[in-house]
């Protein structure tokens, strides 16, 4: 079955440490692409990819980074940078990031508590 | 500034009424316009689409509303079920810099009640 894995599911961290969320996907899409949910808050963006060992930075970049080495994976590092990491975390993919009518699919989310 | 704005944080409906869920945009480059559905701890699951040269695609019980000169559109469920409780979220893509980028509202908490 093709899809989005994210893992861990559920992380906890100490204030002050990096922790990084994996994403691989095997649905064979070109972009990739990492959102932060906060309640009451809609899906902000964080970075993109388009192809390998490239990717942008979205709205919230900061206090994170991300590599683009496989294009199955697109992990993301929390930072001790950020302000507020304490977040729900989706990875989605697209077929072609210059395609405005594709659909992004979305992982099940990484649930990043900050102790 | 939120250019994509879903101003109901909430919605009941009973069961086999009509669900009609509602997002508002400001920026007039958009494309295409997306709902997704999500569950708790879930990701959101893609529902229906329009393009911004149209004014309604439908696909079974959902209905995907374009008003472009109001810059509004809504999504219209009928019947509505109760699995259908869910949040929903409307996004926007934009063509900005060669790529595309996907805006998201704030979503609008659906329940239906049996």
């Known amino acids: 079955d093709g899809g989005i894995t994210q893992s861990p599911k559920y992380l906890f961290r100490k204030e002050g440490q990096n922790v990084t969320l994996s994403c691989e996907q095997n649905?064979?899409?070109?972009?990739m692409y990492w959102y932060r949910q906060d309640p009451g808050q809609g899906l902000r963006l964080i970075y993109y990819?388009?192809?390998?060992?490239?990717?942008q930075k979205g709205d919230i970049a900061e206090g994170y980074s991300v590599s683009r080495e496989k294009k199955e994976s697109f992990p993301l590092t929390v930072t001790s940078a950020q302000k507020n990491p304490t977040a729900f975390y989706l990875c989605a993919s697209s077929i072609d990031l210059a395609a405005g009518a594709n659909v992004l699919t979305f992982g099940a989310g990484s649930r990043l508590t900050v102790l | 500034d939120q250019q994509v704005k879903q101003n109901s944080p909430s919605l009941s409906v009973q069961e086999g009424r009509i669900s009609i869920l509602n997002c508002d945009y400001t920026n007039s480059m958009f494309d295409y316009f997306l709902w997704y559905k999500k569950y708790p701890a879930e990701g959101p699951t893609f529902l229906i689409s329009?393009?911004?040269?149209?004014d309604k695609n439908e696909d079974g019980r959902f209905t995907v509303f374009l008003n472009k000169s109001a810059k509004h559109l809504s999504l219209h469920i009928v019947p509505s079920q109760p699995g259908d409780s869910a949040v929903y979220f409307c996004a926007a893509s934009q063509l900005a810099s060669g790529t595309y980028k996907y805006i998201f509202g704030t979503g609008t908490r659906l329940k239906v009640l049996a």
């Open positions: 990819s388009q192809i390998v060992n490239d990717f």
């Open positions: 329009i393009s911004s040269i149209k």
């Open positions: 649905l064979n899409h070109d972009a």
